[in-house]
């Protein structure tokens, strides 16, 4: 918890939380507090060509067991999101260390950069190029919303490192994170052992019309694009209802140029996030959208272009860590429930290199990417216990 708070405050935000997006000093600040501490606990630190951090405690043999998760947040994040889940890592290396503990493997804490994809997209970046998901150098050139390139933001912060991606394959990864939603809450569960992630769709959309008076253009003679990105935003709510169980549709972003009261404008910039559980759903969805951009082109008179920034299918965890982290929680008494997880997170790119899986614990009235963000004590320890558990039994597992 001391840690928790002491990261807390670095880009501390009134009313609890903090902004540290990804290759800021903040982050850079961030980042140099908790390399520090993994030194203090004896462990190996590399930096790799994407900025990603990897802590390992180098004791027994093999691949180390991994957990880990990012610490950059959005503008209005809160001290749980992410950073739990690496400060959690440390106080397992701790706790090992000051019991006489010695794993069978080597414990491993990774930091991976722009998890949030806030500053830069897609989200995942630095955990998707650890896993070969993405060229580095196409990773390095992605330029983030205030203009600036990635990699130049890297050697600036001093965190452009020489490790090559992809990274070592770990011999397992478990991810202990804040559920981010209502339902272990709502349930009254404090574990989640976390299932898969569901498939992510971000698009920009940009639609192109024509600027004028607002007084004198008639209705029928207007080409306006912020009538049809309203008319996009509701489309998608209609979508997420009519389809239903796990389906979620977003307009997080908007931007409208010239942004004047009395100008009809000439460009919206908006970003849609769509995301399903079912990739077939998530494509059905994404095709519904695509036609009805069209029939709003030929509607309007607008034009639109649309941009993907991130996609990824769905993802299932590994049976056998999932049942692994199942068991162990309820061996300490806990109350628990397997579940997808709605939010993207690194394990779901570290599923393409090992077994894998999450633990969840609840997140007060479902609220995060929030200032007000919260987690009981009581809750966020016993997420690390099990933590703790599962690590020391995935290096005793053969896979």
């Known amino acids: 918890m001391n840690r928790i708070f002491a990261l807390g405050e670095i880009g501390a935000l009134p009313g609890g939380g903090c902004n540290r997006l990804a290759l800021t000093d903040a982050d850079r600040d961030g980042r140099d507090l908790v390399v520090g501490w993994m030194r203090d606990l004896n462990m190996e630190v590399t930096i790799d060509v994407i900025g990603n951090v990897i802590g390992t405690w180098r004791v027994g043999k093999g691949a180390p067991v991994m957990t880990g998760s990012h610490i950059d947040t959005v503008r209005t994040g809160g001290l749980y999101d992410g950073n739990y889940g690496v400060l959690a890592g440390l106080e397992?290396?701790?706790?090992?260390?000051?019991?006489?503990?010695?794993?069978?493997?080597?414990?491993?804490?990774?930091?991976?950069?722009?998890?949030?994809?806030?500053?830069?997209?897609?989200?995942?970046?630095?955990?998707?190029?650890?896993?070969?998901?993405?060229?580095?150098?196409?990773?390095?050139?992605?330029?983030?919303?205030?203009?600036?390139?990635?990699?130049?933001?890297?050697?600036?912060?001093?965190?452009?490192?020489?490790?090559?991606?992809?990274?070592?394959?770990?011999?397992?990864?478990?991810?202990?994170?804040?559920?981010?939603?209502?339902?272990?809450?709502?349930?009254?569960?404090?574990?989640?052992?976390?299932?898969?992630?569901?498939?992510?769709?971000?698009?920009?959309?940009?639609?192109?019309?024509?600027?004028?008076?607002?007084?004198t253009t008639p209705m029928h003679l207007r080409k306006d694009p912020a009538y049809a990105a309203a008319a996009l935003t509701v489309f998608l709510r209609e979508v997420a209802k009519r389809y239903g169980g796990d389906q979620v549709c977003t307009v997080g972003k908007i931007d409208?140029?010239?942004?004047?009261?009395?100008?009809?404008?000439?460009?919206?910039?908006?970003?849609?996030?769509?995301?399903?559980?079912?990739?077939?759903?998530?494509?059905?969805?994404?095709?519904?959208?695509?036609?009805?951009?069209?029939?709003?082109?030929?509607?309007?008179?607008?034009?639109?272009?649309?941009?993907?920034?991130?996609?990824?299918?769905?993802?299932?965890?590994?049976?056998?860590?999932?049942?692994?982290?199942?068991?162990?929680?309820?061996?300490?008494?806990?109350?628990?429930?397997?579940?997808?997880?709605?939010?993207?997170?690194?394990?779901?790119?570290?599923a393409r290199l090992c077994p894998t899986g999450m633990i969840f614990v609840p997140s007060h009235k479902g609220l995060s990417h929030n200032v007000k963000e919260h987690t009981d004590r009581d809750d966020l320890v016993a997420g690390a216990n099990v933590l703790l558990d599962a690590m020391l039994g995935l290096a005793e597992m053969e896979f």
């Open 256 to 350: 409208v140029h010239p942004n004047l009261t009395n100008v009809v404008p000439s460009r919206v910039i908006l970003t849609l996030d769509v995301r399903n559980t079912n990739e077939k759903v998530l494509q059905k969805a994404e095709l519904e959208i695509a036609e009805f951009c069209a029939q709003l082109e030929a509607n309007e008179n607008v034009t639109i272009t649309r941009r993907s920034l991130a996609r990824f299918e769905p993802v299932v965890f590994d049976d056998r860590v999932i049942t692994l982290v199942e068991g162990l929680a309820r061996q300490r008494g806990n109350t628990v429930q397997r579940m997808p997880s709605g939010a993207g997170h690194d394990a779901q790119m570290l």
């Open 92 to 215: 397992i290396v701790e706790t090992c260390q000051q019991h006489g503990i010695t794993p069978s493997r080597p414990l491993a804490v990774g930091i991976f950069t722009d998890e949030e994809g806030a500053r830069f997209a897609p989200d995942m970046l630095g955990s998707l190029v650890y896993a070969g998901g993405m060229p580095v150098e196409a990773a390095h050139n992605v330029i983030g919303i205030d203009g600036v390139r990635l990699g130049d933001e890297l050697e600036r912060i001093g965190y452009l490192g020489a490790t090559p991606c992809p990274g070592h394959v770990p011999h397992a990864f478990v991810e202990l994170h804040i559920e981010q939603g209502p339902l272990l809450e709502v349930n009254s569960v404090r574990i989640g052992a976390v299932t898969g992630v569901q498939g992510i769709s971000w698009q920009e959309v940009t639609i192109e019309g024509q600027s004028n008076h607002a007084g």
